[in-house]
């Protein structure tokens, strides 16, 4: 069974779409966290976060929630954020390498290996940002 990133917190605004909740633990630990990025924070609300939802799931203001994401999305996104952005830049620079240019031509090529990278990435930003979300469920209090 995989473990989960948790946090409580309470609603503070519905739109359509999306709830917003503040968070009461852990907001202090966000620093190192690798998914931090999914906690789409606005203004001074550094502990706000903006969870995607169903239209017709129903969340008041005030109501109390858990949010979760499991261990596994948390190590893909590690892996989308970090670790393929050095793999493109490493293959960049032994391909370049491989070709016979220098080594200027080769940090040149590693370089721009990883900015396609991040094209692509910018591209298909909104499938990817949907296999990210947090998982909301109100709790009774």
């Known amino acids: 069974m995989t473990g989960t990133v948790s946090h409580m917190g309470t609603v503070v605004r519905v739109t359509a ?3 917003f909740v503040k968070i009461h633990d852990g907001a202090d630990k966000c620093g190192g966290c690798s998914v931090r990025f999914m906690c789409k924070t606005s203004g001074d609300d550094g502990d706000l976060i903006e969870v995607p939802v169903k239209k017709d799931a129903v969340f008041s203001p005030g109501d109390t929630v858990r949010l979760t994401i499991s261990d596994n999305k948390q190590y ?5 954020a970090l670790v393929l952005p050095c793999v493109a830049l490493a293959l960049g620079v032994v391909l370049a ?3 016979g240019l ?3 031509l080769c940090a040149l090529s590693g370089l721009a290996l990883t900015s396609l ?3 692509l990435l910018y591209m298909i930003r ?3 940002a949907g296999k990210f979300t947090w998982n909301i469920d109100r709790l009774q209090v």
Do not use: C, K, N, P
């Open 126 to 128: 909104r499938r990817v």
């Open 97 to 99: 390498g491989m070709a």
């Open 102 to 104: 220098d080594e200027g």
């Open 17 to 19: 779409g999306h709830v």
């Open 117 to 119: 990278y991040f094209a």
């Open 76 to 80: 893909s996104a590690t892996l989308i």
